[in-house]
């Protein structure tokens, strides 16, 4: 059974850094395995926000954490990370992890199995 479950959330003022972990079981990170973190605030539509490939590349489909958040992943441990700096109130959000099994990932349809989510809270 594939279970992703991640970690690092919390309580952060603005300006502030917070590094989610996202390990897996149950799926070997290996060719064809992509990785994404998504998030979603109270009331709003869920959103991409970064994608890994199998092969390291990535992708960042929100204009406003490109320059502050960088996704990367330990093949060897089946995580992946999501390094937030400048945290900004709007931020707020519960962000999950995803994964993608194929050769697609810069979608938010090609990822199938999900996280729990963590809460992360940007104080002003």
């Known amino acids: 059974q594939v279970q992703l479950v991640e970690s690092g959330g919390g309580l952060v003022q603005a300006g502030g850094s917070l590094r989610l972990s996202c390990v897996a079981s149950g799926l070997t990170f290996s060719r064809y395995v992509s990785m994404g973190w998504f998030r979603q605030a109270p009331g709003k539509e869920r959103e991409f926000v970064a994608g890994?490939?199998?092969?390291?590349?990535?992708?960042y489909p929100l204009d406003s954490v490109k320059g502050r958040f960088t996704i990367s992943r330990d093949n060897a441990k089946n995580t992946v990370y999501l390094q937030m700096n400048s945290l900004k109130p709007e931020d707020t959000a519960v962000y999950y992890c995803?994964?993608?099994?194929?050769?697609?990932?810069?979608?938010?349809?090609?990822?199938?199995?999900w996280g729990q989510g963590t809460q992360v809270t940007v104080s002003s």
């Open positions: 890994i490939s199998w092969t390291g590349d990535s992708t």
């Open positions: 995803a994964a993608a099994r194929g050769r697609s990932w810069l979608r938010e349809p090609d990822y199938d199995t």
